[in-house]
């Protein structure tokens, strides 16, 4: 699926058809690594897209066990549950494959655990990277920004707001990957914003939430469970992290990118994006952090789940 287009970038480079499915869809920084890697080491697209993707996530799980103890200090067993209940998510296995999720996850944590520590330059970098990986990269500026100028003033409410912006400049950098693909796209084929006009040809138009769910509940059964299912537990998830009091930041980024995901007529892909929104993790770990019972009753559904959609998945079924 997807793997198959960022080895078809890395071998022939970019393409477009505003007809016909084409590669400029696909954002460049998870392609270019793999670039980067084969030259020099000269192993094969396969393994270094799964080297890269692997090693994303193993770092994206070490990261979230630390931003989590930022708010969940030792000995709260908070952290530690949350990286398990990513790594034993159903679609944790994409992480794995040649695509951009765990990619994308790691980065995303790092640019909020960067906030976190007012590390405002590794922030800007961290999201920078991240928009080169997915255009959905860019709701990262909402919780970076409410980190850079609500949560400071509450926390040091004497600075002014141009002592704010000397020090927080770095966070502008975050739209330059994105802002780097759309020059590259003008400059190839004429459209700064051919990303978006190919995504006609995978026929993902934008629609309302509800007139996506009545195009899924027109799919086959189970399959139409499962989608809208999967949007359920993510608002529901939701809904629980303001109960929970997860980080005010970390639930307006939940937010935005379930509303993204729920804005086209395309549910097919839903349950793969929501897999890198990280406060879901929290609060599910939060929710479960005083029963050892209802923990390992959510691991081992999670772990279920995830084995008979890994099995579907390298049987040569669409999943996500």
């Given at each position: 699926?997807?793997?198959?287009?960022?080895?078809?970038?890395?071998?022939?480079?970019?393409?477009?058809?505003?007809?016909?499915?084409?590669?400029?869809?696909?954002?460049?920084?998870?392609?270019?690594?793999?670039?980067?890697?084969?030259?020099?080491?000269?192993?094969?697209?396969?393994?270094?897209?799964?080297?890269?993707?692997?090693?994303?996530?193993?770092?994206?799980?070490?990261?979230?066990?630390?931003?989590?103890?930022?708010?969940?200090?030792?000995?709260?067993?908070?952290?530690?549950?949350?990286?398990?209940?990513?790594?034993?998510?159903?679609?944790?296995?994409?992480?794995?494959a040649v695509y951009t999720e765990s990619l994308f996850?790691?980065?995303?944590?790092?640019?909020?655990?960067?906030?976190?520590?007012?590390?405002?330059?590794?922030?800007?970098?961290?999201?920078?990277?991240?928009?080169?990986?997915?255009?959905?990269?860019?709701?990262?500026?909402?919780?970076?920004?409410?980190?850079?100028?609500?949560?400071?003033?509450?926390?040091?409410?004497?600075?002014?707001?141009?002592?704010?912006?000397?020090?927080?400049?770095?966070?502008?950098?975050?739209?330059?990957?994105?802002?780097?693909?759309?020059?590259?796209?003008?400059?190839?084929?004429?459209?700064?914003?051919?990303?978006?006009?190919?995504?006609?040809?995978?026929?993902?138009?934008?629609?309302?939430?509800?007139?996506?769910?009545?195009?899924?509940?027109?799919?086959?059964?189970?399959?139409?469970?499962?989608?809208?299912?999967?949007?359920?537990?993510?608002?529901?998830?939701?809904?629980?992290?303001?109960?929970?009091?997860?980080?005010?930041?970390?639930?307006?980024?939940?937010?935005?990118?379930?509303?993204?995901?729920?804005?086209?007529?395309?549910?097919?892909?839903?349950?793969?994006?929501?897999?890198?929104?990280?406060?879901?993790?929290?609060?599910?770990?939060?929710?479960?952090?005083?029963?050892?019972?209802?923990?390992?009753?959510?691991?081992?559904?999670?772990?279920?789940?995830?084995?008979?959609?890994?099995?579907?998945?390298?049987?040569?079924?669409?999943?996500?």
């Amino acid at each position: 699926w997807d793997a198959f287009w960022y080895a078809r970038i890395v071998q022939h480079g970019y393409d477009f058809s505003p007809t016909t499915q084409s590669s400029v869809a696909f954002f460049p920084l998870l392609p270019l690594s793999i670039s980067v890697l084969r030259l020099v080491t000269g192993m094969g697209t396969a393994l270094a897209g799964f080297l890269i993707s692997n090693l994303a996530l193993l770092v994206a799980a070490i990261s979230l066990r630390r931003l989590v103890e930022l708010d969940f200090p030792v000995p709260s067993r908070v952290p530690e549950r949350t990286a398990w209940l990513l790594l034993l998510c159903p679609m944790t296995f994409f992480h794995s494959a040649v695509y951009t999720e765990s990619l994308f996850l790691m980065l995303s944590v790092a640019a909020l655990f960067f906030a976190r520590k007012r590390l405002w330059a590794s922030a800007g970098l961290a999201a920078a990277l991240l928009t080169a990986t997915h255009a959905r990269g860019v709701f990262i500026l909402v919780p970076l920004l409410w980190e850079a100028l609500v949560e400071t003033r509450k926390e040091h409410p004497e600075i002014t707001g141009s002592r704010i912006f000397r020090s927080r400049w770095w966070l502008l950098m975050a739209p330059s990957g994105l802002l780097m693909f759309t020059t590259y796209l003008q400059l190839r084929f004429g459209d700064a914003f051919a990303f978006l006009h190919a995504q006609v040809a995978y026929h993902r138009e934008l629609a309302t939430p509800w007139e996506g769910m009545e195009i899924v509940s027109r799919y086959p059964v189970p399959y139409n469970y499962f989608l809208v299912g999967s949007a359920l537990v993510a608002l529901g998830l939701l809904i629980l992290g303001f109960g929970k009091r997860i980080r005010l930041s970390y639930q307006l980024y939940a937010a935005g990118i379930l509303a993204l995901c729920l804005s086209t007529a395309i549910w097919e892909s839903v349950p793969r994006y929501l897999s890198v929104v990280f406060p879901f993790y929290m609060t599910l770990a939060a929710a479960t952090a005083r029963s050892e019972t209802l923990y390992v009753m959510v691991l081992a559904l999670s772990t279920g789940l995830m084995t008979i959609c890994l099995n579907l998945y390298v049987c040569g079924y669409f999943m996500a």
